[in-house]
């Protein structure tokens, strides 16, 4: 703040003008501070009916995080004015309200496949009081409209959202991606094309190998995604001229989801809506791990990533995205 506070002692700018600013960098301060917790979370044991659950550890871990609230107070309402404090907020419920402080206390309920996304979000929100809650509530549905994961409740939450804030000015700014919601589950009730094929008895594909030699003398663009990826999603802006391609030189498109099981409905309907003519396949546990060692790095995979399958076998592991133009498109004719 050091800059700001020569500006305002030499009248450059006023107290209220210093104010923002300094809400606004403690806000991004304590974001990340607090966002230097979450690797240490990940690796202890949350479940107190679990070997290796230690409560002492959990409480300096609890009082840590805590010590981040003296830099700025996530229910100080003096905040909500500014866009930092859209991340920490979110950090402080999901990190701190819904795993750390109920692990610690001993009443965190493991988490279950069958969950709803976002479900113990939501309940977390719901118990803010106003007028936090309401800007809580509709940070948590912003956030659920940016992953584009098109959640049905996302309609039933957001017409709750407005029998209690009618009058609320987010309305105006939530009801865009709630019609694009509304308009997934209308057009994700219709049939696949013709030209949207499933691969034939995916659960013998046990590794990329396996799925590439199904393409033997074929070219391949490969796209390796996932239903609660925004970016992979953004990418099917871009293809069409790759699909142009690909069909004048009788090339594949083959897309490859890693979602879990419980998110095969999801990933199908998707497949409808955003029109991904060409092959699919949904990962098993075991293909996905071969696809961590290959595309991935110390176990981490980013996706969106691309692939170009030529003859049955890998030929770039790391290929250009769709809205890299032309310089994809030519990357590819070089492979038939």
């Known amino acids: 703040m050091a ?26 301060y304590a974001n990340v501070l607090a966002g230097t917790f979450a690797p240490a979370l990940q690796k202890v044991e949350v479940n107190k009916d679990k070997p290796g659950y230690d ?134 009730k219709g049939n696949f094309s013709s030209a949207q094929r499933f691969i034939e008895n995916a659960g013998d594909i046990k590794t990329v190998a396996d799925l590439a030699a199904r393409f033997k003398g074929k070219t391949v663009y490969m796209d390796l995604w996932a239903t609660w990826c925004g970016p992979c999603k953004e990418e099917f802006n871009y293809t069409a001229d790759v699909k142009k391609l690909l069909a004048e030189k009788g090339g594949e498109m083959l897309y490859i989801s890693i979602d879990r099981d419980q998110a095969e409905p999801q990933w199908k309907d998707m497949i409808k809506y955003y029109n991904l003519d060409g092959y699919h396949i949904r990962a098993s546990a075991l293909l996905t791990e071969d696809i961590r060692k290959l595309f991935g790095s110390k176990g981490n995979l980013a996706i969106p990533r691309y692939a170009i399958i030529k003859d049955g076998a890998v030929v770039v592991d790391d290929a250009r995205r769709p809205s890299e133009g032309k310089a994809l498109l030519e990357q590819l004719a070089g492979y038939f």
Do not use: C
């Open 55 to 188: 409560r002492e550890r959990l409480g300096q871990m609890k009082t840590d995080f805590e010590s981040v609230f003296t830099i700025a107070d996530p229910h100080d309402l003096r905040l909500h004015k500014v866009s930092t404090v859209f991340w920490y907020t979110k950090f402080y419920a999901d990190w701190y309200l819904k795993y750390l402080k109920p692990a610690y206390d001993g009443t965190l309920v493991p988490f279950s496949d069958k969950d709803q996304p976002y479900k113990r979000e939501y309940a977390i929100v719901e118990r803010f009081r106003d007028p936090e809650r309401e800007y809580q509530m509709a940070t948590l549905l912003k956030f659920m409209l940016l992953q584009e994961g098109f959640e049905p409740y996302i309609v039933d939450w957001f017409e709750a959202f407005e029998d209690m804030y009618p009058n609320s000015l987010y309305i105006a700014q939530l009801q865009p991606g709630v019609d694009g919601v509304r308009d997934y589950l209308r057009r994700s």
């Open 3 to 28: 800059p700001f506070k020569t500006l305002l002692a030499d009248k450059q700018i006023d107290p209220v003008f210093y104010d923002h600013a300094y809400d606004y960098v403690r806000t991004y």
